[in-house]
């Protein structure tokens, strides 16, 4: 991987190549957006979680970096009629287009779909479609002195 972080190129490419979403930010975003207002039709990123996938090297591992890539429309009927899951849903294809196949700066493998998953809060539906990057890492034989 490059020096910018994986969160952060995958934040760059929603950016660049979905203009429905009218913001994307980060995870500590999402936390503040549930005490208040929130523009509609935003995206936060961030990191789920990362697991080790065995390759049978002792100095060569996989490591399966998850990520989320949560989508909040107001759950609400608009005055035309449209609901927010429609809405969220066009937001949801949009991103599987940018971001599915994607090899990203520096990476090897391609982001790859796992699933999407709902939750409310106040009046927002927030879909978190769920994304992994597996990640080589390597130990190069720089070791450091026991303190």
Known sequence: MSAISARSQIVKRLEDTV??????QGFVALEAAFQG???QDT????RLATDKI???HPQQQIILATFGIALATKNIKD???DESDDINEALCRAVNESLLGWIPPGAQFPLQYLKGQPSFARNLL???EIYSLKQIATNLGIHR???
Do not use: H, N, Q, S
């Not at 995206?43 to 961030?46: G, K, M, N, R, T």
């Open 54 to 56: 065995d390759v049978g």
């Open 126 to 128: 927030i879909w978190t």
């Open 19 to 24: 203009p429905e979403l009218g913001r994307v």
């Open 43 to 46: 995206a936060f990123v961030y």
């Open 79 to 81: 005055t035309g009629g």
């Open 145 to 147: 002195r026991p303190l």
């Open 37 to 39: 207002e929130i523009r």
